[in-house]
């Protein structure tokens, strides 16, 4: 019930001439989709998953097709799957398959490795109700910056490395009002020229339990600060956040994550309490600690900074994270029970492994994780990761 097929493409022009996309497609393709949906059990839903290659040149078939849809086999499959996975290519040539496609059975869509969306318009209309998307592009396109009916009925989304305005931001993440999950690895464009940039409307997300946003690019320093401003996430249990964020910004975004107990730090969020002690003295540099922002935070993980890292010390730094009144670790009002320091290299590891032996803290287990591995939620349930099977949940990565 799941196919991962690529289709072989040749150029629509040919001598001059437009040639129909029934006969650019490879003949082999075609047979094989062929044999593949009459033998297919309409009454049960599969999962496609179709990545196209350009060719240059093959020998058109001669004979013409003997499908239902004279059009294509790929409209006829697209409209039967209930989780379809196309790379760009394929997404080009969406509008020279059928204006519109019904995809009825649709839940779940990815977008892989597309330049530019532009094709997703004739993919989706207003009367569909997709859950999950998932797209992996350069350049989200204008299509975006009003959004659709159907971004109510999402409850999965997924952006990433996508370009797009504050803007967009600010739009799309008010109209997704049953959002569960969201990662959202941006890059912002340019800075926002919207009169409510630094002021964006309130709202508040009902559903959303997990979420995963990092800010890239030149006005990513800029605007970071606002991007979650005035949104309340009442249910959020997971978050994980990459971005240029002093410890006063991010315990604005955590007063409205009050139901919060697993919180991921990328490296560049509240650098000067975590990473290392500013010279002068610590009360002037040191904030309110974390655990009033987040009481119920049970699962803490903290990325480390190279530079940092490896300009004051291995030793040094492990001595001030641990000891850090920011965050308070083994204090009988802290309820971190588990912490992971991601870091590169196992000399690390064994340096930190030394300094607990040395000086151990009670009712916490601490862990090491290598930069190079996928991140689990450690507040997952058997239920979540069966609901995720056909949407492989996207790790937290810094680039």
Request: overall charge neutral; charged content about 20%.
């Amino acid at each position: 019930m799941c196919l991962y097929h690529f289709v072989r493409i040749s150029p629509c022009m040919s001598y001059g001439s437009v040639v129909p996309l029934n006969k650019r497609i490879h003949p082999n393709v075609i047979e094989f989709l062929q044999w593949w949906w009459r033998n297919l059990s309409i009454n049960l839903p599969f999962h496609f998953r179709c990545d196209g290659i350009f060719e240059e040149s093959y020998v058109h078939p001669d004979v013409e097709d003997e499908f239902p849809d004279k059009e294509h086999i790929l409209f006829t499959l697209f409209d039967l799957a209930q989780h379809l996975d196309i790379d760009g290519n394929i997404l080009h040539i969406i509008p020279d398959i059928r204006p519109k496609l019904t995809l009825a059975n649709l839940e779940t869509l990815r977008i892989r490795n597309a330049s530019i969306v532009s094709g997703l318009p004739f993919l989706l209309r207003d009367e569909h109700r997709i859950r999950k998307l998932h797209i992996r592009s350069y350049a989200i396109w204008e299509f975006f910056k009003k959004p659709v009916t159907w971004w109510s009925s999402l409850t999965h989304l997924v952006f990433d490395a996508a370009y797009i305005s504050s803007g967009m931001w600010f739009n799309i993440i008010r109209a997704c009002v049953n959002l569960q999950f969201g990662y959202f690895d941006i890059r912002i464009s340019g800075p926002s020229d919207d009169p409510f940039f630094a002021n964006p409307p309130y709202f508040t997300h009902h559903h959303l339990r997990q979420l995963v946003v990092g800010w890239n690019g030149e006005f990513g320093c800029i605007t970071s600060k606002y991007m979650l401003k005035n949104l309340f996430l009442p249910a959020l249990t997971a978050f994980r956040i990459s971005a240029r964020l002093t410890t006063e910004d991010l315990h604005r975004v955590l007063e409205s994550t009050p139901s919060l107990l697993e919180l991921h730090l990328g490296r560049e969020v509240a650098q000067h309490n975590i990473w290392y002690r500013l010279y002068g003295s610590e009360e002037q540099c040191c904030p309110e600690p974390l655990s009033k922002y987040v009481p119920n935070l049970q699962h803490l993980l903290i990325q480390t900074h190279l530079y940092t890292t490896y300009n004051c010390g291995m030793r040094v730094y492990i001595n001030n994270l641990f000891s850090s009144r920011w965050l308070q670790l083994g204090r009988p009002t802290n309820n971190v029970r588990s912490l992971v320091i991601q870091a590169l290299g196992g000399a690390f590891r064994w340096e930190m492994d030394e300094w607990l032996a040395e000086h151990p803290i009670h009712g916490i287990k601490v862990a090491f994780a290598p930069k190079d591995k996928p991140l689990p939620w450690a507040t997952s349930t058997s239920v979540e990761k069966n609901a995720a099977k056909y949407f492989d949940e996207p790790h937290f990565c810094t680039g």
